[in-house]
């Protein structure tokens, strides 16, 4: 079934186990019990946990199902996400705790408590309002990691209008369609970013995304770099001179739970993002219970920092909502991890007394790379839990992370989740969980994952299959913007008759019945933790006047999980396949996506294999993108193009 690579094979073979401490144990939030008690009674699991949060009216009933695959959780209820992230904290007395230590690349910083955090949401809710925003509007936001992107979303869910986050790293194009598919009304953005020392432009790439957008009526421009910055008259306004001057009070309205609070766009195995719809009560439920339990989140004593931008579902569940939802003191850091030095995390860590540490393997594996003796110049004892996010992390950087980073003793949580679950489903539990380096283990109490075969059967302990998530769970998409149909058809088709949600991941049972994820077995590369579609890069290579045709594949890469490797066959008259003509197409998919779908290759071929319905069969491709032995060739129309290709790329033509 799952086309499994070659790096993911010891992760089959690791079998040792890390049992938590008694003294964390002892003091740890989840307790063993939780399973059995979310098994007895799923939905008064679920009640008890969204107790955690303020609701301006209960609700009547926990889960309505009736109209799956669309749930409804908390029906009836009423609350406001920002409140609840905010303003509640401070009533409860916590005005002057820490919300975000932000740290700027360059080295500036700024402590923002709850009481402050409150001023800046409430005006920043009041400007908004001032530009006739109203519940049900939506808000794209392009920024750098700056507090006033917090404090956008954070007012956004205070009125009740949708935010869509587009990452700082996306094209101009990719901008535009997402702008354009959710007909946003206001922009947000900044003049320039810090990335690597240097100050890079923003708002720049926001201009040229917006010619002729209709539906888009103000640019908000927060003055980061304070570089000269063209601006249009009568579109665009400074967030200072928009924001500073009004009032920091602003009385929050309760909005239904199912109130639509955000729109994300990922990539599916299309060409065309899909803008994945979170709603409110049950994300925010969600969010809340995860961070409390899995990161062991004590409010008021850890300082927590997940390392994630804003730009991806990490930075909107585990940096803004569960994080400020629990009241936690975190660290939010604008920059790359080796500006100026390669030690900046860790003395970020040492000077906040950094206690929960939340990241991805692909930076696990960079740290790796630069040396233990980076991590050891540094104080990381205040470190006691460590998370991993965004793809299977591998055995030997679990134990590297661990070793080096959580001082053989801090619990390592391997956290699997996706765009469209909201928050975190699989996952080991600090304090109850023995933990296995490679393994996420175990559906958190409440969640239900199976790993079923081709019938949707669920296989037996060793076997392998599909992953499902066979229950409906809070923090669970309700749509894809404008597109009813595809949603039906991209989570619930696959698995139909037992109405399960298919995730798009292959997975495996250990002799315990533990989960181990495989990746992903459709066409979705996983780039450092970054899902970018097959078919999306291969749109953007065939929009090139010189390609006539292109495969891209998703190659094992050491340091980024997967690398993109393209194979493109060039138009007659462009013949010069060269090293100019391969940089000019690695430069043309970045313009026309973002750098992070740059291709780490691209060969130049003279055909596809393609199966004989015209199928690319992106199987062999694979083969020869990680050099191994091309495997079964029987079902291409024409065998000889394999032989064809691989002799082409030896011969360099
Ligand atoms: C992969 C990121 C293995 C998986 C939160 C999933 C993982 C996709 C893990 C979602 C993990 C994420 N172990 N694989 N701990 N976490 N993935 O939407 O393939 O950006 O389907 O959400 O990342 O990526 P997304």
Excluded at 17 to 35: I, K, L, M, V
Excluded at 479 to 495: A, K, L, P, V
Excluded at 496 to 516: E, H
Aim: net charge negative; hydrophobic share 40%; with cysteine.
């Amino acid at each position: 079934m799952t086309e499994q690579s070659p790096a993911l094979d010891n992760l089959l073979t690791e079998s040792r186990t890390f049992p938590p401490s008694e003294a964390f144990s002892a003091q740890a939030n989840a307790t063993a019990d939780f399973y059995a008690e979310a098994d007895a009674d799923r939905e008064a699991f679920w009640a008890k946990q969204a107790e955690r949060l303020h609701w301006d009216t209960k609700w009547s009933q926990v889960l309505d199902w009736t109209n799956a695959p669309v749930a409804k959780w908390f029906v009836g209820g009423k609350l406001n996400v920002a409140y609840n992230c905010v303003d509640r904290h401070v009533v409860d007395g916590h005005g002057d705790q820490v919300a975000i230590h932000w740290v700027g690349e360059p080295g500036d910083n700024r402590d923002i408590t709850y009481a402050q955090l409150k001023d800046e949401v409430s005006r920043a809710a009041n400007a908004f309002e001032s530009l006739g925003l109203s519940a049900g509007d939506r808000v794209a936001i392009q920024m750098p990691m700056v507090p006033e992107a917090i404090f956008a979303m954070l007012a956004c869910a205070r009125i009740g209008v949708l935010h869509s986050v587009v990452f700082g790293g996306f094209s101009p194009t990719a901008l535009r369609s997402r702008v354009d598919d959710q007909a946003a009304r206001i922009v947000i953005t900044t003049d320039g970013q810090y990335r690597r020392g240097k100050a890079a432009p923003m708002k720049a790439n926001v201009d040229e995304a917006l010619e002729g957008a209709e539906s888009v009526e103000k640019v908000i421009v927060v003055r980061r770099t304070g570089d000269e910055v063209p601006i249009t008259e009568g579109r665009d306004l400074w967030w200072h001179e928009l924001v500073d001057g009004q009032s920091a009070e602003h009385t929050p309205q309760a909005f239904d739970s199912e109130h639509p609070l955000f729109i994300l766009y990922t990539s599916g195995t299309t060409g065309k993002p899909k803008g994945i719809l979170h709603t409110s009560g049950g994300y925010l439920t969600q969010a809340a219970y995860t961070h409390h339990n899995v990161f062991d989140h004590k409010a008021g004593e850890d300082v927590y920092w997940c390392t994630a931008d804003i730009g991806w579902i990490t930075g909107h569940t585990y940096i803004v909502y569960g994080p400020l939802a629990n009241r936690t003191t975190q660290v939010v850091y604008e920059g790359t991890p080796n500006t100026p030095h390669e030690g900046r995390h860790w003395e970020i860590v040492q000077q906040h007394k950094v206690s929960i540490y939340y990241t991805a393997p692909t930076l696990i594996r960079t740290f790796m790379k630069w040396g233990n003796e980076i991590p050891e110049k540094y104080d990381l004892s205040s470190l006691r839990v460590l998370g991993s996010v965004g793809e299977p992390i591998n055995p030997e950087a679990w134990i590297w992370y661990r070793e080096n980073v959580g001082a053989n003793s801090a619990p390592i949580v391997d956290t699997w989740w996706q765009t469209e679950t909201g928050g975190i489903m699989i996952s080991p539990l600090p304090g109850v969980t023995s933990t296995k380096p490679g393994s996420a283990q175990k559906a958190l109490p409440g969640i239900s994952a199976k790993v079923v075969d081709d019938q949707g059967v669920e296989v037996g302990k060793g076997g392998g299959g599909y992953l499902v998530l066979d229950k409906p769970w809070p923090g669970m998409l309700r749509g894809i913007w404008g597109d009813e149909e595809r949603f039906r058809d991209t989570y619930w088709s696959r698995f139909r008759d037992q109405g399960y949600y298919f995730a798009g991941d292959g997975a495996k049972y250990d002799a315990d019945g533990d989960i181990w994820l495989l990746g992903r077995v459709d066409d979705v590369m996983n780039v450092s933790g970054h899902r970018i579609s097959t078919t999306e890069v291969e749109s953007a290579l065939v929009s090139h006047p010189t390609v006539a045709e292109a495969a891209v594949v998703g190659a094992t890469d050491p340091t980024t999980g997967q690398g993109i490797v393209a194979f493109v066959i060039l138009r007659g008259n462009a013949v010069d396949g060269g090293e100019q003509a391969v940089q000019e197409l690695r430069n043309h998919v970045a313009k026309e996506i973002g750098p992070i779908a740059k291709p780490r290759q691209i060969l130049v071929v003279q055909e596809l294999p393609k199966t004989r319905s015209g199928k690319i069969m992106r199987r062999l491709l694979r083969d020869v993108a990680e050099n191994r032995q091309v495997g079964d060739v029987t079902t291409l129309a024409d065998s000889s193009v394999m032989d064809l290709i691989s002799s082409g790329l030896k011969s360099g033509k």
